[in-house]
Nanobody
């Protein structure tokens, strides 16, 4: 059973930074592509970024230059570094992976950007 546990969300002022963590278990993390999605109230869930097993990162165009992903293979943890946060970044952020043909999701962590 794959388990993804997000942490690191919270309240941050506009222009601030946060780093989200996703601790993964129940899969071979070394060969898993990991992703972050987000869902704002009233909106559909959208892809934020992905990272390949070898560390290649793709970030959604609207977040390029502000967000990036990384991973720690020893800790089986993926990270989302968010800088220059804006109120429109307020959302629940979800960790995701496609493992053995099934999509797996964490429960999400809430990020609120507000002064």
């Amino acid at each position: 059973q794959v388990r993804l546990v997000e942490s690191g969300g919270g309240l941050v002022q506009p222009g601030g930074s946060l780093r989200l963590s996703c601790a993964a278990s129940g899969l071979n993390f070394k060969i898993a592509t990991m992703a972050w999605y987000r869902q704002a109230p009233g909106n559909e869930r959208e892809l934020v970024a992905t990272i390949t097993p070898t560390g290649g990162v793709n970030v959604a165009d609207s977040m390029k230059g502000r967000f990036t992903m990384s991973r720690d293979w020893a800790r089986s943890t993926a990270y989302l570094q968010m800088n220059s946060l804006k109120p429109e970044d307020t959302a629940v952020y979800y960790c995701n992976t496609n493992w053995r043909g099934s999509l797996w999701w964490g429960k999400g962590t809430l990020v609120t950007v507000s002064s």
